[in-house]
């Protein structure tokens, strides 16, 4: 979703913005801008529909240089992907702006600058922001007031980024809604999106709170906050390694973080080598929030989502705790009833899905015990905002379609049902029975991920195929579920999963020799329901691929190929299945020569609604 970048040096920053820019790609966008304060006052602009590398193109056909700048990668909510839309917006050839988030009023205040005499050229909600600047600056405020003034006439999200002509040295920004850091550096200060974007220049930031404004030079940088009085933020610096972005020897990052698995989920676990280590992972007010919980609700999007529809069977076999899940976009404008006693769990790769931070701002104060947020980014917003806070240890996930941040976020969730299991009775044996499992782990993905020239095989058979049927039973339907979302997301072909005792209510109708049926079948004790299930396929003409436990009895036959798995203990199947669809998703897109990184209209981090 929308990137910012803007720099204000002592040097020239182009090359620092268009880096920032590639750096924030892997968030989805489909156009790009910059615009510079050249060394005679002007504003200096490239926008292009498309990729960084147009942008990179035309400042290379026409450099422009300047000590300020401000650039933008733009994820199109309001007009089309073009070159007019894109940002940075201009007024009176003196402001220029970026900005992510959406404007709700864009279309009053319109009207307003329309009847002011503003000519609105572009068909977003941003350009409206950038004239309502001018129009401050032109009533004679500095830029600081200026963009006090404005923001106070927003509705809606925003993450801003201004410069002035005549404040020719001066980057300002403003956030509500959407994420918005400062880099600290020496004779330089920066904004943007998120650290990644600024890591070649700096490692010191400043993470900007809830309508925060920020006023950036080269020597100065000052943050005030709501009330407009000038207030200290922590600089936190990030440690070396962290957020390497390196593709290495692999060809896409969804490759590369599928098989940085095996490493990711031991880090996740490490060191919760029994059940008081594991508890002690959610900090030090967990236990007197655990202990008073009857209930959970889990709220979460995409493949977030998903993580928490598995976390539900476990939490109510294992732990015995009533669990609910739902997604955040329907959870945060519903009329709900919670019972007392309710932990509110959200669960966000990014810790930025506008939908799950708006779902955690709307719960009633009394409505639950607490929150506890599942995700992979320190410093985020829906961590800065829950009570407690399990962060996975995935490292940064640069592919769109989320791989390894849903299988350490399935971890943190089991790590998270054996914690309230301790409190209801589970015995002694059981609770270090699932940490073995848990420890054994990576050892049963990296055998998964050994079958990657199986999985690849098996995928020429989906290439020509436009839709795909996923089958699950009990635990592995949101696996099943996961698995049509990972193919539809990156390969385009239609895919719905059910859960298998459903066939026969709709998709059976679909059956036939051109719809590829996927089944999720480790050896559980749904196993002969599901292969009842799959009969049922196969007579009607379909083709069944079976992702089945070695030891579960299928054969290779006719219209149906099998892929051996290896046997693993049950609690951990749901993960290690995943690994095996992830793959297939890959093969499958990679042969139809799909942007398998960055698939088309979405984006790794959704902070609009
Ligand atoms: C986007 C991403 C998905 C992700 C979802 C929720 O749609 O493309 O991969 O699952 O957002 O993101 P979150 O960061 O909240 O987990």
Redesign the pocket.
């Known amino acids: 979703m929308c990137g910012i970048v803007a720099a204000a040096a002592r040097r020239e920053v182009s090359e620092i913005l268009l880096e920032g820019l590639r750096r924030l790609e892997y968030r ?1 966008y489909d156009s790009a801008g910059m615009a510079l304060i050249d060394e005679k006052h002007n504003l200096k602009i490239h926008k292009r529909k498309g990729k960084v590398s147009e942008l990179e193109n035309a400042q290379r056909q026409h450099p422009y240089h300047g000590n300020t700048g401000i650039a933008h990668t733009r994820w199109a909510t309001h007009g089309e992907p073009s070159g007019l839309n894109a940002h940075p917006h201009i007024s009176g050839q003196r402001v220029a702006l970026v900005h992510n988030g959406i404007i709700e009023n864009h279309a009053a205040l319109r009207v307003e600058l329309s009847e002011a005499g503003y000519e609105i050229t572009s068909a977003t909600d941003t350009e409206v922001i950038a004239h309502l600047l001018h129009s401050s600056l032109s009533a004679g405020g500095s830029l600081l007031q200026a963009m006090q003034q404005t923001v106070v006439k927003l509705e809606g999200a925003y993450a801003l980024a201004a410069i002035d002509i005549a404040n020719p040295d001066t980057v300002i920004g403003a956030r509500k809604g959407s994420p918005l850091v400062a880099g600290v550096g020496i004779g330089e200060n920066f904004l943007a999106s998120d650290t990644m974007a600024l890591r070649q220049v700096t490692d010191r930031f400043i993470y900007l709170e809830e309508e925060d404004l920020v006023c950036i030079t080269p020597d100065s940088l000052q943050v005030y906050n709501a009330d407009g009085s000038k207030v200290q933020r922590p600089v936190e610096r990030i440690k070396e390694g962290l957020e390497t972005a390196d593709l290495g020897s692999f060809d896409h990052y969804m490759i590369k973080e599928i098989f940085e698995q095996p490493a990711a989920l031991e880090a996740t676990f490490a060191g919760a080598t029994n059940a008081q280590k594991v508890e002690e992972r959610f900090g030090l007010a967990a236990p007197a929030l655990f202990d008073r919980v009857k209930k959970v609700q889990i709220v ?5 989502f998903h993580a928490g529809l598995v976390a539900r069977y476990w939490l109510e076999e294992i732990a015995g705790v009533s669990c609910e899940v739902e997604v955040a976009s329907e959870f945060r404008y519903r009329k709900r009833v919670q019972y007392e006693g309710t932990l509110l769990v959200v ?7 506008a939908d ?1 931070l708006a779902a955690l701002r709307n719960a009633n104060a009394d409505e639950f015990l607490g929150s506890l947020v599942v995700s992979n980014v320190d410093n985020s917003s829906l961590v800065r905002e829950c009570d407690l806070v399990f962060l996975t240890r995935a490292g940064i996930e640069i592919g ?3 791989t390894k ?1 849903f299988t350490t976020q399935l971890v943190a969730l089991l790590m998270l049902t054996l914690a309230l299991s301790r409190r209801r009775g589970l015995s002694e044996s059981r609770q270090q029975d699932i940490i073995t499992a848990l420890q054994y782990l990576p050892r049963c993905v990296q055998q998964t991920l050994e079958l990657n020239d199986a999985v690849q095989h098996l995928s020429e058979a989906f290439i020509s195929k436009r839709h795909a049927l996923f089958l699950g039973r009990g635990i592995q339907y949101p696996i099943a579920m996961e698995g049509a979302l990972k193919l539809k ?1 990156i390969s385009y072909i239609h895919a719905e999963a059910y859960p298998a005792g459903e066939l026969k209510h709709g998709p059976l109708a679909l059956v036939d020799d051109d719809m590829p049926v996927v089944a999720v079948a480790p050896n559980d004790e749904l196993l002969e329901k599901l292969k009842s299930n799959l009969e049922e396929v196969r007579s009607r003409g379909g083709e069944l691929f079976v992702f089945a436990d070695k030891e579960a009895g299928f054969a290779n036959e006719s219209r149906v190929r099998i892929l051996p798995m290896p046997h693993c203990h049950e609690v951990i199947r749901p993960i290690v299945y995943t690994v095996a669809l992830q793959l297939l998703s890959y093969h499958v897109a990679l042969q139809k020569g799909t942007d398998v990184d960055k698939p088309r209209n ?5 902070t609009v609604e």
Not at 602 to 606: M, P, Q, T, W
């Open positions: 989805g979460a999007c995409g493949t977030s669960i966000s790769q990014s810790g930025e899905t799950t769109v379609a989320s941040a997301e979405l984006a790794k981090s959704v």
